[in-house]
């Protein structure tokens, strides 16, 4: 079993920026982000696997940064230029499970953090 705990969420004007983070309390093969806004379905916005490979939804990238710290199993979202369409709770997820790094990755999850974009 994994825990993850996120941190970092908040509120940001348009065109500011966050850092999320998560921790994991063991070891994992791949971690992610997905996010979910009030009303819609939760999507996937951005993954990396623990030899470093990085995807990214075409929504955020150019804007988003994914990053891990192995020593701490740790992974970071860092958002910038955000627009009023990332206000969303982000959920940190993971897998233990090899070749598994996209959308199929949530076996464990976060609590959540809200991030909300205003004008």
């Known amino acids: 079993q994994v825990q993850l705990v996120e941190s970092g969420g908040g509120s940001v004007q348009a065109g500011g920026s966050l850092r999320l983070s998560c921790a994991a309390s063991?070891?994992?093969?791949?971690m992610g982000w997905f996010r979910q806004a009030a009303g819609k379905q939760r999507e996937w916005v951005s993954s990396?696997?623990?030899?470093?490979?990085?995807s990214y939804a075409s929504s955020v990238k150019g804007r988003f940064t994914i990053s891990k710290d192995k020593a701490k199993d740790t992974v970071y979202l860092q958002m910038d230029s955000l627009k009023l369409e990332d206000t969303a709770m982000y959920y940190c997820?993971?897998?233990?499970?090899?070749?598994?790094?996209?959308?199929?990755?949530?076996?464990?999850w976060g609590q959540g953090t809200q991030v909300t974009v205003s004008s």
């Open positions: 990396i696997r623990t030899d470093g490979y990085i």
């Open positions: 997820a993971a897998t233990r499970r090899w070749g598994v790094c996209d959308r199929s990755l949530g076996d464990y």
């Open positions: 063991g070891y994992t093969y791949c």
